[in-house]
């Protein structure tokens, strides 16, 4: 198994995660292959993501 | 026990967002930027204005900006202006969503020519409409000039970041502001999610219009960047429903092949088509037979 240490910005992520399922019963996810952190249940709907970049307006 | 500041982290729903206080860098993220911006200064496209799409994740007050979004090759632009290659950045954020859904678009960078370090009253036009789409209905904009040199006093604000004589300003603009707010910056260590996409960006300007298609007509599609046999290649995957096979598109360079994986055989279809779509239906049809 491969142990590294988190950097910080994991290390944030995964904290807010934890706390996001302490305060707020919010689901953390895991890697099915080896339980690793894959994030929260916090998505953003690939609709909002995908508008948006199509919309980038003309920059002057 | 929870405090003030801790609570402030965790994501929320669109609702539930501030006003943002500050914009985070990773590292990677700003040493693209001022690269990537160097880099173009030296091309023969060095006089028009560039620019890059931010991608991160949005938390109550702060937004952290974890990949950047080239405006591509294909971009139009100008010494007055810059408009991104809108298919390719879609097929960009989609790759990187695949890792990620938490990825949202966050804002804007691009540069002017001279010493404006401030978003013109042409973009205010363009931002303020676009901003309403954008979680928390607000966007991080940043303007990229190559004044810094002799400017110590504006290069210590805190939404001022400078390197050489190159420099970003970054700013906010909310739903119905009349004006764009400067934002402190911060770099924290982390990368650029978007970096490898950078050593296949041609072929992902090439294919973009045929694999969002493909895309949004078949469920699963995945993108990957491997290793090809010279340089990086994209890769498009269209997993089968019966047994696990996959037709693999390998776009390399100009050349585009096509495999079939079936566990541990791979067998390369005997024919070209530079079409990835009209392709991957061709060996789907031929898988019919």
Redesign the interface.
């Known amino acids: 198994m491969d142990f590294r240490p988190l950097d910080e910005l994991e290390r944030k992520q995964l904290t807010n995660a934890l706390r996001g399922n302490a305060e707020q019963g919010r689901v953390l996810l895991l890697d099915r292959r080896d339980t690793s952190f894959a994030g929260s249940a916090d998505e953003v709907p690939d609709e909002e993501v995908i508008s948006a970049i199509r919309s980038v307006p003309c920059h002057y | 026990m929870?405090t003030p500041q801790?609570?402030n982290?965790?994501?929320r729903s669109p609702a539930e967002l501030r006003p943002l206080t500050r914009i985070v860098l990773?590292e990677e993220v700003n040493r693209t930027l001022f690269a990537e911006y160097a880099a173009h200064r030296a091309t023969e496209r060095g006089h028009e204005?560039i620019?890059w799409?931010l991608?991160g994740?949005r938390?109550a007050d702060e937004a952290?900006v974890?990949a950047t979004l080239p405006a591509g090759e294909h971009r139009?632009a100008g010494s007055?202006?810059?408009?991104?290659n809108?298919l390719a950045?879609?097929l960009g954020?989609?790759i990187l969503?695949q890792g990620?859904?938490?990825?949202?678009?966050l804002g804007?960078v691009?540069t002017h020519p001279g010493s404006m370090r401030h978003?013109?009253d042409?973009?205010y036009?363009?931002?303020i409409?676009?901003v309403e789409?954008?979680?928390g209905r607000e966007g991080v904009f940043a303007i990229g000039t190559a004044d810094a040199a002799g400017n110590d006093s504006w290069m210590s604000a805190l939404h001022v970041q400078a390197d050489g004589a190159l420099a970003f300003t970054w700013y906010s603009l909310q739903s119905g502001a009349r004006n764009y707010q400067p934002l402190p910056v911060k770099n924290?260590?982390?990368a650029d999610r978007a970096a490898p996409l950078r050593a296949v960006w041609t072929e992902l300007e090439t294919q973009a219009g045929r694999l969002l298609r493909l895309a949004g007509q078949l469920v699963r599609v995945q993108f990957d960047v491997i290793e090809g046999s010279t340089k990086a290649a994209l890769v498009c995957d269209v997993p089968l429903p019966d047994q696990g096979r996959v037709i693999r598109v390998v776009m390399e360079g100009k050349d585009v092949r096509y495999l079939l994986i079936d566990g541990e055989q791979v067998q390369m279809a005997q024919f070209r088509d530079d079409r990835v779509d009209r392709g991957v239906f061709a060996m789907l049809a031929e898988l019919c037979n």
């Open positions: 929870t801790a609570a982290d965790v994501p990773t204005e620019g799409a991608l994740v938390t952290t974890m139009e007055a202006h810059v408009r991104f809108p950045q879609e954020t989609r969503r990620n859904r938490q990825l949202t678009m804007i691009h978003p013109s042409g973009d036009r363009g931002d409409e676009w789409g954008l979680r924290i260590p982390g």
